[in-house]
């Protein structure tokens, strides 16, 4: 892969600091003020199985503090859920959380959708493994697929049999990423360490770290960082037609602390990379700067895709992107 950079129109700002962190709408997410034993804060509401019921209570040992909710399964399903808020176009809501599984649990943070009160269905991609470890999940709502919904709603929910904690938990209403062709261009949903829908490619003889995280979140809960490049470390979003009338723009944040680091336009034909149209690479000084970049639509004429990419570049470079967007 080249990474000759390219002339083209570029622009790129310093913020010295992030975003304000998005406010939760979950009191208490950590259950620290919570008292031991079976009684749950007021925000909290059980469900189950019809015959079935659900045994959540406040337990010692948390993800980050001394105290978790605990659910333990009854063979089919049961949870918890807190109430639900409408679901305003100008927003986009995520739910997030710490999860920890045991036994055959099935467990997991979700989006319910209603109507008035009626539930309609759920968006809920992610199992933690049961596997007595801490693992982190995070969903953006995907409304789209429940069009007649006018309400949103937070759920922690365990499957099958064993037991499941939970700690942690988020739900943030974000503004809007209205026009924006990346479903994930603000990494809001990932799991494990990494943000859904993006690819990674480098040199096989490197080992550079992805690492999805709220240590690089600009705006909202997380961001992604890229680190240990010797010579290039990339994201890519999925592809698509190409429209050569099109003029398209690339934004994002970025904030380098080593190495080289920047936003591209991939050149695809099919899984065959034609070339890039890079940005210069952002100050390393470990200050976010927004970085523009316009679609130069001369370029690699016989490419047939497109796709947007994240780029750190070494020597050992180390760096956080959020919030991109292509129009």
Known sequence: MSLARRLLPLVFAALPLAAEP????????????????????????????????????????????????RIAGNGEFCGVVVSAVPLAADQRYVVAAWV??????????????????????????????????????????DRAKFADANQVALALVVGGGGQAWFDDVAFVALP??????????????????AADGWSEAHPADESPKVSWTAAAAHGGLHGVNLKGAKTFHVLYAPSFPRDKAKVLTLSGWVRARSGGATLKFDFR???????????????????????KVVLDTTKFPEATELCAAILADGPDADADFDDVVMK
């Open 269 to 291: 034909n099919g899984d065959q990379w034609v070339g890039d149209q890079a940005g210069d690479s952002v100050p390393a000084d470990g200050q976010w700067h927004e970085v």
């Open 100 to 141: 920890k599984a045991d036994g055959d649990a099935q467990a997991c943070v979700k989006v319910d959708y209603l109507k008035d009160g009626a539930w309609l269905g759920q968006t809920d991609p992610y199992k933690a493994a049961a596997d007595g470890q801490w693992h982190e999940m995070a969903i953006a709502d």
């Open 176 to 193: 809007a990423d209205q026009g924006n062709r990346l479903p994930n261009g603000g990494f809001e949903t990932g799991t494990d360490g």
């Open 22 to 69: 998005p406010a939760n709408l979950i009191a208490d997410p950590g259950f620290e003020q919570a008292a031991l034993g079976n009684t749950l804060p007021d925000i909290w509401n059980r469900f189950n199985a019809a015959g079935k019921e659900c045994a959540a209570s406040i337990v010692a040992g948390g993800h980050s503090g001394a105290h978790a909710l």
